[in-house]
């Protein structure tokens, strides 16, 4: 029954966008314009609508670790963890040569625009929103390929306080936490991390994004071998923190395992 509401979903949307939207507009404006108008409230308005009531009703199992994009969707999966103060993450990402992420405004999106479109250095670019624990990334770091800002490996984190964590880790609670823990407090940094390898659309609603490379367990190694490589971190562990996950705005191939270890990286008192 839930596929075959799924199904008359799926049918009634394509309706709506081709016999209902692309139509209206094919009659008030120029064909090509009408296409542009019908694409933008598809993959903008409706298809975004359309799949989290889709997932809503296909949910049987608990929350899975992945993160949520700004429309509700699944997005990246998680599959790394750090555990240390904010200060130390910093410096073990300084250490490797990694950049801080640029708040996400209007003046780092158009900044963004211009050096993706024209090809030039952005070492700071900064990533969209994704959401976990009820709120966006705390904090974001990125290395760029081939000093290229459509190509680069990045990873965003999310601060858990210890205590939570130790009680509720591979539970479905983990997940709904919104507590964020002081910004000196040693905390668990859960991260996700992916490599952008240039532009695409987005598996489920067409939406123009970053294209990723879908194997997230090559970039976890990588991410980790780096911060190794520095003496950043200790021995890195790994736990399954949730079941399979649903289909995503992206594509990926993820044993689901997350790398757990502790930053090694001393900082003085000014953070440094």
């Known amino acids: 029954m839930q596929r075959v509401l799924v199904a008359g979903l799926g049918i009634f949307t394509v309706w709506l ?40 009703i296909l949910q049987k199992r608990r929350v899975p670790s992945y993160t949520i994009t700004g429309d509700g969707l699944p997005g990246d999966p998680v599959n790394l963890a750090l555990v240390g103060t904010l200060q130390q993450l910093r410096a073990s990402f300084a250490a490797v040569g990694w950049s801080e992420a640029d708040r996400l405004d209007l003046t780092s999106s158009w900044a963004m625009i211009r050096a993706f479109v024209l090809d030039t250095p952005y070492p700071t670019a900064p990533f969209s929103t994704l959401y976990l624990f009820g709120r966006g990334q705390d904090i974001g770091f990125q290395k760029a390929i081939g000093n290229s800002p459509r190509q680069r490996h990045h990873v965003r984190f999310w601060a858990v306080g210890l205590a939570h964590a130790e009680q509720t880790w591979n539970a479905g609670d983990f997940w709904s936490n919104a507590d964020r823990p002081a910004v000196d407090e040693s905390a668990l940094w859960v991260g996700a991390g992916t490599k952008d390898t240039g532009l695409s659309f987005t598996r489920l609603t067409f939406q123009v994004t970053h294209a990723t490379d879908p194997d997230v367990n090559a970039e976890r190694d990588y991410i980790m071998a780096e911060l190794i490589r520095t003496r950043s971190i200790e021995i890195v562990e790994l736990y399954k923190a949730g079941q399979s ?25 000014d953070g440094t």
């Open 17 to 56: 966008i081709v016999f209902v939207v692309f139509e209206t507009a094919n009659r008030r404006l120029p064909w090509i314009v009408a296409v542009g108008v019908s694409y933008a409230f598809a993959a903008y308005v409706v298809l975004p609508r359309v799949i989290r009531l889709s997932l809503r």
């Open 245 to 269: 996950l649903p289909e995503r705005v992206n594509h990926y191939v993820t044993d689901g395992d997350i790398a757990l270890a502790s930053m090694l990286v001393s900082t003085t008192d």
